[in-house]
C-alpha cells in the first residue's frame, strides 16, 4: 500500500482531502501542527477525524508561529474578526489579519520531512482559496 503524509488540522478542508487520500487507497500518516494557535478546538477535531477515517498514524507537533507575529490567529493583541462575508474580506490582493505568514509553507516542509522518513512519495494538504 502506498503511504502519504497528510495534513490534518481538524477543519474542513484537511479532513476532506485526508478521506480522499484513505479513498484513493493510501496507508494515511497525519500530521497536525500545533503552531502557536489561539484555539484547540481544531486540534480536538484532528484527533477525532484520524481515528474516524482510521490513518495509521497521527502526530501532533508543536512549532511557534506566533513568534514572527502578523496574524490574528497567533498574537492575542490582534482581533480575529467575526461573521464577515466576503464582501467583507476586501479587494483581491489584500492580506486579511488572519493570515499567518508562510504557514502553509513550512507545514507542507514538515511533512516533507515526516514523508521522507517514511519513503511515502505522496503529501496532501486541503486548503482554502481564500488562505492568501
Not at 66 to 78: C, I, K, N, P, R
Request: hydrophobic share 50%.
Amino acid at each position: 500500500m502506498k503511504r502519504a503524509v497528510v495534513l490534518l488540522s481538524g477543519g474542513l478542508d484537511s479532513a476532506t482531502a485526508t478521506a480522499m487520500a484513505v479513498a484513493d487507497g493510501f496507508s494515511c500518516y497525519a500530521l497536525t501542527v500545533r503552531y502557536g494557535q489561539r484555539h484547540d478546538v481544531e486540534l480536538a477535531a484532528a484527533e477525532r477525524v484520524a481515528r474516524a477515517l482510521g490513518v495509521t498514524a497521527h502526530r501532533v507537533i508543536d512549532i511557534d508561529l506566533g513568534q514572527f507575529g502578523g496574524s490574528a490567529l497567533t498574537v492575542d493583541a490582534l482581533h480575529v474578526p467575526k461573521d464577515r462575508s466576503l464582501d467583507d474580506i476586501g479587494a483581491p490582493g489584500d492580506v486579511p489579519i488572519t493570515y499567518v505568514p508562510a504557514r502553509n509553507t513550512v507545514l507542507l516542509a514538515l511533512a516533507l520531512s515526516w514523508a521522507e522518513t517514511l519513503d511515502a512519495q505522496d503529501l496532501f494538504i486541503g486548503v482554502n482559496v481564500l488562505d492568501a
